[in-house]
T-cell receptor, first 112, second 114 residues
Framework: EAQVTQNPRYLITVTGKKLTVTCSQN?????MSWYRQDPGLGLRQIYY???????DKGDVPEGYKVSRKEKRNFPLILESPSPNQTSLYFC???????????FGQGTRLTVV | AQSVTQLGSHVSVSEGALVLLRCNYS??????LFWYVQYPNQGLQLLLK??????LVKGINGFEAEFKKSETSFHLTKPSAHMSDAAEYFC????????????FGKGTMLLVSP
């Protein structure tokens, strides 16, 4: 089954404690991206990757890092989380940036 | 650059009534347009897409949307709402050339009452 898998689904952490949210896709897609979803703001892109070792900033990259060492994986790293990063995060993949995006189930992050 | 505006953060309809969710876009070149649906505690799922073929696009679950270039609109409709249609709906735009990324609207929550 074609899918994008994120882990964990729920995470509560404390300010400053580094965390990683994993994302994996099994569709051999070149393009992957991370979004955060906040009430009234819709989805905003954090980072994206055109292919292995090629990443770039989206609209709201501050406080986040990504890496793309393998085609199927695109982890999101918060090195020093802060409460304003409390949000619902989605990973997505597609064959190209302007084609149908497949989304993961989301990760609800709470930073206290 | 491209952008999309969804009119109405919440839309309420009765079961069996027409559903109309509005989306207007701004794009410097011909766009590709998408509607996604998000059910509670789930990711986004593609409803339908316009990629410069037919202007009336049919999607899953009885939804359809019409691309109107003169109005820069891509409104989503369904003739008869069902309780299971209650969800949040997102319109998204991208460009049909180059490596343009998806830009999402802020979403419209559809509420369906019995």
């Amino acid at each position: 089954e074609a899918q994008v898998t994120q882990n964990p689904r729920y995470l509560i952490t404390v300010t400053g404690k580094k965390l990683t949210v994993t994302c994996s896709q099994n569709m051999n897609h070149e393009y992957m991206s991370w979004y955060r979803q906040d009430p009234g703001l819709g989805l905003r892109q954090i980072y994206y990757s055109m292919n292995v070792e090629v990443t770039d900033k989206g609209d709201v990259p501050e406080g986040y890092k990504v890496s793309r060492k393998e085609k199927r994986n695109f982890p999101l790293i918060l090195e020093s989380p802060s409460p304003n990063q409390t949000s619902l995060y989605f990973c997505a993949s597609s064959s190209r940036p302007n084609t149908e995006a497949f989304f993961g189930q989301g990760t609800r992050l709470t930073v206290v | 650059a491209q952008s999309v505006t969804q009119l109405g953060s919440h839309v309420s309809v009765s079961e069996g009534a027409l559903v109309l969710l509005r989306c207007n876009y701004s794009s410097s070149v011909p766009p590709y347009l998408f509607w996604y649906v998000q059910y509670p505690n789930q990711g986004l799922q593609l409803l339908l897409k316009y990629t410069s073929a037919a202007t009336l696009v049919k999607g899953i679950n009885g939804f359809e949307a019409e691309f109107k270039k003169s109005e820069t609109s891509f409104h989503l409709t369904k003739p008869s709402a069902h309780m299971s249609d209650a969800a949040e709906y997102f319109c998204a735009v991208t460009l049909n050339s180059g490596y343009s990324t998806l830009t999402f609207g802020k979403g419209t929550m559809l509420l369906v009452s019995p």
